[in-house]
């Protein structure tokens, strides 16, 4: 995953390498008293959201006895078998490797860049990257739009050699396809195109 567009294809592809490998309860976290899948649902969550959840699932809490049976409560049954089993803790090299598979070099730079300030970073497993790539995506395409915006805005017809108006054509379809994937277009765009072209031209 490089760019907005991949988000969808990265999340399609990471939940068939999960089945492959078996890691689905990696990506299992709770929301509203409700088990769900963090790759359906992983706008609902912050990156600190699941590394909390996370963390909670490594440490499994002491069994609590039911004082007049003497036996082990549901709740406390529960929450045991909330925490990460053995060959759970075992998959978490493996989940951080299969998503890194899916994201391009230039992109886990930035995530390293971005959290490696975290202490824990390198030994996250594959549900915390997962959710970290996707969201300096997001932070990268946000500023990738702003960008797109402020240049669409300032673009003219004498910022171009001689005037050129088929690379002003050009530029302008290029930053149109940017902002139309992400429902940023102008109002006004077709009498904006109009005067860009036409401001010097008189």
């Known amino acids: 995953m490089k760019y907005e567009l991949d988000k969808e294809s990265f999340v399609k592809q990471l939940k068939k390498k999960v089945r492959l490998h078996g890691q689905q309860s990696l990506y299992a976290v709770s929301l509203n008293d409700e088990v769900i899948n963090l790759l359906d649902h992983h706008h609902q969550f912050t990156v600190e959201e699941v590394i909390d959840q996370y963390e909670l699932r490594c440490e499994e809490p002491a069994p609590d006895f039911d004082p007049d049976t003497g036996l082990e409560t549901d709740l406390s049954k529960q929450l045991r078998f909330e925490s990460y089993d053995d060959y759970e ?3 978490f090299g493996l989940s951080s490797l299969v998503v890194e598979s899916l994201i391009a070099p230039e992109l886990m730079e930035r995530i390293t860049t971005r959290y490696n300030i975290d202490k824990n970073f390198e030994s996250y497993p594959g549900q915390v990257l997962s959710k970290m790539a996707l969201d300096t995506c997001n ?4 500023r990738g739009i702003a960008g797109a915006q402020k240049r669409f805005e300032e673009l003219t017809l004498d910022s171009f050699l001689a005037e050129d108006i088929t690379e002003l054509t050009t530029e302008a379809l290029r930053l149109i396809y940017i ?11 077709g009498s904006t195109l109009i005067k860009k072209g036409d401001i010097n031209l008189k």
Do not use: E, H, K, N
Request: aromatic share 12%; proline share 6%; glycine share 6%.
């Open 89 to 91: 803790f075992d998959d």
């Open 139 to 142: 932070a990268s395409v946000q």
């Open 179 to 189: 902002l139309a994937g992400s429902y940023a277009l102008p109002l006004t765009l």
